[in-house]
């Protein structure tokens, strides 16, 4: 399934086409694709629906096996487009604890890591321009 990437693309009805362009994009286009929705009172606060995701945030996971467990992101996976959230972790047979990885679509971000100045100048340019 690997080709050659396309800028030129626009959109596609067709799943397997969206796949291609997720799985196929260079790693400065897939780490944009790692957004996650604010919660209701940072969205009237930064007047943004998303943010970029970034270790150190807070979020809430809102579907899957650990739907309604928060916590703090661990490691963003960028090749992967997923994230581990502390807690949210399997056990293995063994008994070992490993990160579970989960898509950014099923978190919602509680609180930012502002530790980054440039971050959080970016973060607030979003309210001035709309």
């Known amino acids: 399934m690997k080709n050659n990437f396309s800028m030129n693309w626009v959109s596609s009805t067709s799943p397997k086409k969206q796949r291609k362009y997720r799985s196929n994009a260079p790693l400065h286009i897939k780490r944009k694709m790692l957004s996650a929705h604010l919660s209701k009172d940072l969205r ?58 989960i898509r950014p679509s099923a978190l919602i971000i509680t609180d930012l890591n502002l530790s980054d100045a440039r971050r959080l100048e970016k973060i607030e340019s979003y309210g001035k321009t709309r």
Request: proline share 2%; aromatic share 6%.
């Open 44 to 101: 009237a606060k930064y007047k943004t629906r998303n943010v970029l995701l970034k270790k150190g945030d807070s979020v809430i996971i809102t579907r899957g096996k650990f739907k309604g467990k928060d916590g703090k992101i661990d490691k963003v996976y960028t090749k992967q487009l997923k994230v581990s959230v502390d807690s949210a972790k399997n056990i293995t047979k063994k008994g070992n604890k490993v990160p579970f990885k």
